[in-house]
């Protein structure tokens, strides 16, 4: 079994920035892709990013890119979500995932294992 638990979220004014991290436990954190996802009230769950087990590959949807940015520290079972110039439609629940065959993408059904969710709100 694998456990991810996400922290950082709040409330931040247009503009700012926050940095979210998820603590993995359970397997060897460094086998895992790792992705984060957001889901908004009465929308679908939405891929945000994702980085490889090297970390060597990176990949955002496009409204984050350039704002946004996914960092691995295997030594630390950590994965982080940078998160800069938000904008209030950046508000969500966002969801830590991992990924055990290293090949997951932008679909959530690729991923094994989920985090909670911590909630970022960003106003205008």
């Known amino acids: 079994q694998v456990q991810l638990v996400e922290s950082g979220g709040g409330l931040v004014q247009a503009g700012g920035s926050l940095t979210l991290s998820c603590a993995t436990s359970?397997?060897?954190?460094?086998?895992?892709?790792m992705g984060w996802f957001r889901q908004a009230p009465g929308k679908e769950r939405e891929f945000v990013a994702v980085?490889?087990?090297?970390?060597?590959?990176?990949s955002y949807r496009d409204s984050v890119k350039g704002r946004f940015t996914i960092s691995r520290g295997n030594a630390k079972n950590t994965v982080f979500l940078q998160m800069n110039s938000l904008h209030p439609e950046d508000t969500a629940v966002y969801y830590c995932?991992?990924?055990?065959?290293?090949?997951?993408?932008?679909?959530?059904?690729?991923?094994?294992?989920w985090g909670q969710g911590t909630q970022v709100t960003v106003s205008s």
């Open positions: 995932a991992a990924d055990l065959s290293n090949t997951a993408m932008a679909d959530s059904r690729e991923y094994d294992y």
């Open positions: 359970g397997r060897a954190f460094s086998n895992y892709r």
């Open positions: 980085i490889s087990r090297s970390g060597l590959m990176t």
